[in-house]
């Protein structure tokens, strides 16, 4: 299901999911702590953590797994169609 995980920080890893659409954050407990979605660049926190573990794993998931632009590529084209008839 998951591919091998990724060391965040000393206290976090993560794990993509087979689809690639989700990120998993794990603590060194391996409880899950976070879904990050790299489609939209949310993540949503399952469990407490510390503001600045928050912020850290936050900036790192958005350094490493940037938004996808796709659906906005989409959108551009379909409005270029439309103002070329």
Do not use: D
């Not at 993509?16 to 794990?26: M, P």
Request: proline residues 1%; hydrophobic residues 35%; contains cysteine.
């Amino acid at each position: 299901m998951h591919k091998h995980h990724t060391v965040i920080t000393e206290s976090f890893h993560c794990k993509r999911s087979e689809s690639g659409e989700v990120v998993h954050v794990y603590n060194s407990n391996n409880y899950l702590m976070a879904e990050y979605v790299v489609r939209t660049g949310r993540t949503s926190w399952q469990r407490v953590a510390a503001l600045t573990q928050r912020e850290s794993v936050e900036k790192w998931l958005q350094n490493n797994y940037p938004v996808r632009s796709e659906s906005k590529a989409v959108a551009v084209g379909k409005a270029k169609a439309k103002a070329a008839r």
